[in-house]
């Protein structure tokens, strides 16, 4: 079947400016998880869903960026002002439950703030 | 706090030869661990986890709860096997993955 897919692949934007970073995860997946991606940083955690609550935003770097799931599906990343120190890639996996389950990522949302 | 360490950014090895990525962790509990690969071009995806002790593309790992390593062994090189390698744990009661910065591997033909 298909796998999670992200929208868009590439968002080039001012800074200042909001961006919506869009994340379609597995059918039947109930776990969702945000992560991001710096040059020479790793994968960094960010927020995660089970279902459309979510339980751990112990990631989220500041009070600018924001996460929403809705339906269970589908989840929208948002970046309000962005600045320059946001620009990495953006990864979204999900996981058909919780306790430890392979996690299946999706190919990233390249993000540059110029 | 838990953490990741993958000591080498970088590693070339020689086709035919043997490969060793090594991952130690810090966490005091009973951990999951696994190692991602992303090859060029692609997406970030699963080569193994410790619970399944499966031998995958020739790569095998053990947790070493004594040294609190998760290696990544592989007795003969292949160019395929030239892709960036992430060691991530996970632990009951905590869903995400924390992820080592990675080691970029280059078979040399």
């Known amino acids: 079947g298909a796998g999670v897919s992200q929208s868009p692949s590439n968002k080039v934007t001012e800074k200042g400016k909001d961006v919506e970073l869009r994340c379609d995860p597995i059918s039947g997946h109930t776990a969702l998880y945000w992560y991001r991606q710096s040059l020479g940083q790793g994968l960094e955690f960010l927020i995660y869903?089970?279902?459309?609550?979510?339980?751990?935003k112990s990631g989220l770097p500041s009070d600018r960026f924001s996460a929403e799931r809705t339906g269970g599906s589908v989840s929208t990343l948002t970046i309000q002002r962005t600045q320059q120190e946001d620009s990495a890639v953006y990864l979204c996996?999900?996981?058909?439950?919780?306790?430890?389950?392979?996690?299946?990522f999706g190919p990233g949302t390249r993000l540059t703030v110029l | 706090a838990q953490r990741v360490t993958q000591p080498e950014k970088l590693l070339s090895v020689f086709k035919g030869a043997p490969v060793e990525l090594k991952c130690n962790y810090s966490y005091s509990g009973s951990p999951e661990l696994f190692w991602y690969v992303q090859y060029s071009r692609q997406r970030l995806q699963l080569l193994l986890r410790?619970?399944s002790r499966e031998s995958i593309k020739g790569f095998t790992a053990d947790l070493n709860k004594g040294e609190t390593s998760f290696h990544l062994k592989k007795p003969f090189a292949q160019e395929e096997d030239s892709a960036m390698y992430y060691c991530?744990?996970?632990?009951?009661?905590?869903?995400?993955?924390?992820f080592g910065t990675g080691t970029r591997l280059t078979i040399i033909p």
């Open positions: 996996a999900s996981s058909l439950g919780t306790g430890g389950d392979t996690q299946y």
């Open positions: 991530a744990l996970w632990y009951f009661g905590n869903e995400k993955l924390t």
């Open positions: 410790h619970i």
């Open positions: 869903f089970q279902g459309n609550s979510a339980p751990d």
